[in-house]
């Protein structure tokens, strides 16, 4: 098991910002492919931003293109979601996944192409 603990929800009005971390507690979070995930309620699990072992590629939702950045800092075992003009829309539960890469560029945009979950992080956006 990889505990994975994310922070940084909470209730923000629509346009504003709000940065999510997910805290990895395995010693070799530089082998992990990293992504972060939401679920509105009634919907099912949708892919939102991923990036790859070492955080020069990254892949992004067309619905968050040019408004989520993901990163990386492999020397404290932490991937990032920065969140800008949030609309109401953005609503949901974020989870980050993580799973052993073998291929540096390798990236996964897919709910099966993780092993390890997070417990999830509210997002609220208000209009």
């Known amino acids: 098991q990889v505990p994975l603990v994310e922070s940084g929800g909470g209730l923000v009005q629509a346009g504003g910002s709000l940065r999510l971390s997910c805290a990895h507690s395995?010693?070799?979070?530089?082998?992990?492919?990293m992504g972060w995930f939401r679920q509105a309620p009634g919907k099912g699990r949708e892919f939102v931003a991923a990036?790859?072992?070492?955080?020069?590629?990254?892949r992004y939702a067309d619905s968050v293109k040019g408004r989520f950045t993901i990163s990386r800092d492999n020397a404290r075992n932490t991937v990032h979601l920065q969140m800008n003009s949030l609309k109401p829309e953005d609503t949901a539960v974020y989870y980050c996944?993580?799973?052993?890469?073998?291929?540096?560029?390798?990236?996964?945009?897919?709910?099966?192409?993780?092993?390890?979950w997070g417990q999830g992080t509210q997002v609220t956006v208000s209009s």
């Open positions: 990036i790859n072992l070492g955080g020069a590629g990254t």
């Open positions: 996944a993580a799973s052993p890469g073998l291929v540096a560029s390798e990236i996964a945009t897919t709910t099966g192409g993780y092993q390890y």
């Open positions: 395995g010693r070799t979070f530089s082998n992990y492919r």
